[in-house]
């Protein structure tokens, strides 16, 4: 994001550079981090971050799969469960309390990824940023 001050308080003018979606899941039996980076997130995204997940064994084999979201739009209500688990019918989606992200292990990894990786006004191209992403996402997977 290309940045610059402009006369008077606090004013600061932005030209965009692109936007980048980083969806991520932690499979907690193997401490593993399954991430992907998408142009927008939303329902088609994380379809396939579920499916990047449920692939592979034993997820693919197990009796009952369960995902811990917080209320994202892609995620959210009886239709979100109905959705998911027609496709896939070993998941059960659990939904968290509105104002509980602490309790998503996945959400301090992104706050970690925001501290660390991410800066603010970074002035990077997205494909830039996901090669900043990807080994970040491989040292959480061997510090696990």
């Keep these: 994001m290309e940045c ?21 899941a932690w499979d907690v039996r193997s401490a593993q981090l399954v991430g992907r980076c998408e142009p927008t997130s939303g329902i088609v995204s994380f379809d396939a971050l579920v499916a990047d997940v449920d692939g592979p064994r034993p997820v693919a084999t197990a009796t009952r799969v369960f995902w811990i979201v917080h209320n994202g739009s892609s995620h959210r209500g009886q239709a979100a469960v109905t959705r998911l688990a ?30 660390k990786v991410l800066h603010p006004f970074t002035r990077e191209k ?3 940023l996901l090669a900043r992403l990807t080994p970040a996402a491989s040292r959480s997977r061997s510090q696990a």
């Design 4 to 24: 610059q001050r402009v006369r008077g308080p606090s004013r600061t003018r932005c030209a965009r550079a692109g936007v980048l979606a980083y969806l991520a």
């Design 126 to 128: 997205p494909v830039r």
């Design 86 to 115: 027609t496709r896939w019918p070993n998941l059960i989606l659990v939904h968290l309390p509105i104002h509980a992200c602490w309790l998503n292990q996945i959400e301090i990894l992104f706050s970690i990824v925001q501290r």
